[in-house]
């Protein structure tokens, strides 16, 4: 019989409906049963795509001895932590605090009022590796419950005091400088590995936000060693077995054999990571026209589209990592991807097989498991004619579609849409593909539609087309008001940046504290036992660095002091943090990197059916400028008919021809009707 899971939206939740554990999802009623059986609550928190959760629900929550065990001596609560990134992030504190680790699946015992007092994050069914068995853990946690409860007591009170005493002030901290990017940029230098353009250690995951910091400190301050670290690092990436070479996008990261050969990815496929890095290699194409950059822009853009997005219109979360291996039939990681020689002759032939095979670095014994090798693009591979590989991809994606495919998250997160929406948004108007503009279009309607209220608060989650139940947290905020302003400057239509302006004044109104550091979650919340407020980025961009980028672009578009101010106040964390620990505040220094140059206000007005108004508008999106505004339609006129942004108010046309205006600092330079002109006031490399 199906547990109280059934009625969720999470589709992690629902793989667990069936599970002999009688679980509850987070709510309020749990720890009313937990306190009216007098039993510890046992918390497992974990996501839909993550290897790890899948192994140990599988070896122990669809147990049967384990389950009669759990639900006689606990309540046991599963937390999808993309929905309830608030819950992870509290809890998560404490496992690190605790043990020095973290990760997924992130296992709690806690009091029924929410004080936990044991962690752990995987434990297997028998002892293994120095770890105890989860039997065994269960056994512990209820003999100390039982029997030494004044000391269980004691432990949950002090973890959840330090928890709840952790302060961050940023009351100090100043404005972020020019020297605060330089010394940010000069601690990168130290851990970049510049024989293989990553940055240092066997863990690899895509710096997505670093090197968009890169990208803008080159374009701002002329560094050709930014330039050089974030060509380095997009040229690794796209290299490697970490970026899918047949179908595009990108795996969550990758790991360093100990014998020293190819990377191995972990093979989950990530909405944020796949929308940022498409936006990434965008900009790299911006500043420098590489080949290889607008080729990964457009083919993570297109497998963003085909593989991720819904009926509805949005884009869902993840695709797993495991999928079904149709030789053996058992769901293994990397079953999806990886080829050996000899399938790569039967869907090519034998020729173009051994010539895929030398050129993707797949070899007879195998760089993964089983034989088979992950595609990668070795430095020593023979040079082929593009058009050749082109076919060849097609061929075997063609042929890939064939295999049992991995199983899709379908739920539709707020904060990660608005990273999507920003990337398809730009790569459309960057590479002349209006269809990516118009998926971007249709995931901003469905956020609209759907997450958003009539009071302008966002819902977290939708799936199906039917909201989820939980609040949207502060990197809903800031990263959905980016993505409309993003679209806001491609399509000129500035009813999004009405919505944005309405996210961003709910940042002040419910996110925002006394001394302007930014709370993840709102004022009227609900209450865990420590409010999260964390500046550093994760997988994506903190809320509170996000947030701050969108108030700042909006305060461009509008002349918004308060909105600037905000913005000003709560980057005073990258001023702290971006000399000491920049690969953990990159989305800080990029936007600091907007700050320190403007960012630069660009109006371009023009009649619609004018074809120079297209022109001027392209070189405007194409400037380098970091976090320049677009806005581009008919001249606003004083009573504020007309076009439809503030920054066309009473702009008027040279020679009755299309013209832009470039302002900062409350100065402007000339207007021009000259696209080169334009690009050279915005820094563009090309047009």
């Given amino acids: 019989m199906p547990n109280r899971l059934a009625q969720a939206t999470s589709p992690y939740l629902l793989q667990h409906a069936d599970n002999p554990v009688d679980w509850w999802p987070w709510e309020t009623g749990a720890f009313e ?3 009216r059986r007098n039993v510890p609550v046992f918390l497992s928190v974990g996501y839909s795509a993550c290897h790890w959760c899948h192994v140990m629900a599988h070896e122990s929550f669809e147990d049967d001895d384990a389950a009669v065990y759990m639900n006689e001596h606990f309540v046991s609560v599963k937390v999808d932590r993309e929905e309830r990134p608030d819950v992870d992030a509290v809890y ?11 990760g997924w699946p992130m296992s709690v015992f806690m009091t029924p009022d929410g004080e936990p007092f044991y962690f752990g994050t995987y434990f297997p069914p028998e002892p293994r590796h120095g770890m105890p068995s989860f039997r065994q853990v269960l056994e512990g946690v209820h003999s100390a419950w039982t029997s030494r409860r004044d000391e269980v007591g004691e432990v949950a009170a002090k973890i959840t005091r330090d928890i709840a005493g952790r302060e961050l002030s940023i009351e100090s901290a100043g404005l972020p400088t020019g020297e605060t990017q330089a010394l940010a940029l000069l601690q990168l230098t130290r851990d970049i590995d510049p024989a293989s353009g990553w940055f240092k250690g066997d863990t690899k995951f895509p710096p997505s936000m670093v090197i968009e910091f890169l990208l803008r400190h080159h374009a701002r301050a002329g560094s050709v060693a930014a330039l050089e670290m974030a060509e380095g690092l997009c040229g690794a990436m796209a290299r490697s077995s970490l970026y899918d070479q047949v179908g595009g996008g990108f795996h969550r990261y990758v790991l360093t054999p100990r014998n020293g050969g190819p990377l191995v990815p972990h093979f989950e496929k990530m909405l944020y990571d796949n929308a940022l890095l498409c936006r990434v290699y965008a900009h790299l194409w911006r500043a420098t026209g590489s080949d290889l950059a607008r080729r990964v822009a457009l083919e ?14 949005g884009f869902a979360s993840a695709l797993d990592a495991d999928s079904e291996d149709p030789l053996t039939g058992k769901h293994v990681e990397g079953a999806y991807y990886a080829w050996t020689p000899a399938q790569l002759a039967e869907v090519l032939g034998e020729d173009d097989g051994a010539l895929a095979a030398a050129y993707f670095g797949v070899t007879d014994e195998g760089t993964f498991e089983h034989g088979a090798s992950v595609l990668q693009l ?52 960057y590479f002349d593909r209006p269809d990516l503009v118009e998926r971007a279009t249709e995931a901003a309607d469905l956020l609209v539609r759907v997450h958003m209220d009539g009071r302008a608060r966002l819902a977290r989650t939708s799936k199906d087309g039917r909201v989820g139940v939980n609040a949207g947290v502060l990197e809903d905020y ?11 400057s491609v399509t000129g239509e500035g009813v ?6 309405f996210l961003v004044d709910l940042v002040l109104d419910r996110f925002t504290a006394e001394d302007g550091s930014l709370y993840d979650t709102a004022h009227d919340a609900e209450q865990l036992i420590r409010r999260p407020q964390d500046p550093t980025d994760t997988a994506a961009p903190s809320g509170w660095t996000a947030a701050a980028g969108a108030l700042l672009s909006y305060a461009a578009h509008t002349g918004s002091q308060a909105h600037r101010t905000a913005a000003e106040e709560a980057l005073g964390v990258v001023h702290a943090l971006g000399p000491r620990v920049p690969r953990f505040i990159g989305h800080g220094l990029a936007v600091a990197e907007a700050l320190l140059d403007g960012p630069r206000e660009v109006a371009v007005v023009g009649h619609p059916e004018d074809p120079a108004l297209a022109g001027l508008h392209r070189a405007a999106l194409l400037g380098t400028a970091p976090g320049a505004v677009v806005a ?56």
């Fill in 496 to 501: 999004w940046l009405e919505f944005a302006g």
């Fill in 378 to 429: 070795p430095q020593d591979g023979p040079v082929v004619d593009a058009g050749v590989i082109a076919g060849i991809r097609e061929r075997l994606l063609a042929a890939r579609a064939g295999r049992p495919a991995p199983g899709r998250d379908d739920k539709v997160v707020a904060a990660w849409n608005g990273l999507a929406i920003a990337a398809l948004a730009e790569c459309g108007a």
């Fill in 300 to 313: 993570t853009a297109d497998f963003m589209v085909r593989e991720l997005r819904t009926a509805e219109g």
């Fill in 92 to 102: 998560m504190e404490a496992v690190q605090a605790a043990t020095g680790q973290g």
């Fill in 632 to 687: 581009v339609g008919l001249p606003r006129a004083a009573d504020g008919s007309g076009g439809e942004f503030p920054l066309l108010a009473e702009r008027t046309l040279v020679h009755d021809l299309p013209t832009a205006y470039v302002c900062r600092h409350f100065v402007c330079a000339r207007p021009t009707a000259d696209p080169v002109e334009l690009a050279d006031q915005l820094g563009a490399v090309h047009t």
């Fill in 478 to 488: 800031g990263d959905v008001a980016e993505g409309f302003l993003a679209l806001a």
């Fill in 33 to 35: 049963e937990a306190r």
